[in-house]
């Protein structure tokens, strides 16, 4: 009887193992490889970059490297990728290969809860805020892009302005109507008319009767959104629509502390993509875009008034290192 009983069991034994072996090659093969995951990182994929770092961070399939975990954590956050912001936000909590700091993970997870992370969002009472919070290098916002060659091609106006170090003021006699325009109402909105013009050429080439495929209009390109928010009924009324540009831009100004790099990206994607990218987005056109308005407007920063509305409250956080 005990002989038939081990007989029975031994079977039952070797099923299950080899259930268990069958559900392990499973996972295997539905779990991406390092290398398939390496190349995907390389390419800047975020969800690859984070699923890297974690295996990085807790040994699974790789030897423990706390030091690329945080690199690949960083890549994948300063693309907006919500799980990486909060795992890195969770490094610098604990101090996991990295000085402990409650200022950067406060700033993570905020970064992560905006996006509707559960796990971030309830974090954020463990942490504690510091207004004067530097974070990560890898975090920071871009510097104020030069004008790359290929963006200029087929544009030979912008070519020509790339390499004018600085762009001399229109003498009143060789003003176009526009022009004249801008010089006149810029100084009332502590705009440099340059900046306007600038942003004129590059939204609407000087055609007052430009619509775009998003359906921004007139000269500096309103959506009608923007339009109304600073009351504009008439959008393709030159005076008007370069009222409501400049409205807009004095908002910007003072909306980002006169960092014109951030200014032209917020008039192309938004403040609030900005925002949520703690710098330039990774958008191909806004990258290009903000190439082309620094490339004619050189001054990295203007002037803006402070009165107009208070800094962006994440972007305030986001300081470059001292030189």
Known sequence: MMKLRAALIR???RCAALLMMTAASLAAAAAPDVAS???AAFQRDPVAQTELATRYEHAEGVPRDLEKANSLYCMAARQGHSEAQFRLGWLYANGRGVVRDDGIA???FE???EQGHGQAGKLLGFV?????????????PDPPPSLAAEDLAGDADLAIAAQVPEQPAIEPAEQTE???????????YSIDPQLALAVIAVESAFDAGAVSPKNAQGLMQLIPETAERFGVKRAFNPAENIKGGLAYLRWLLAFFQGDVALVAAAYNAGERAVEKYRGIPPYAETRRYVRKITGIYTKASHPYKSD???????MARVTRPRS
């Open 37 to 39: 995951l390496e190349l």
């Open 178 to 188: 526009i022009e004249k325009l801008v010089f006149r109402l810029a100084p009332s």
């Open 11 to 13: 079977p039952r034994e």
């Open 128 to 140: 504690r805020p510091q207004p004067d919070t530097r974070l990560p290098s890898c975090l920071l």
């Open 111 to 113: 970064m992560a809860a």
């Open 106 to 108: 406060a700033a993570l």
């Open 308 to 314: 107009i509305v208070a800094p962006s409250p994440i």
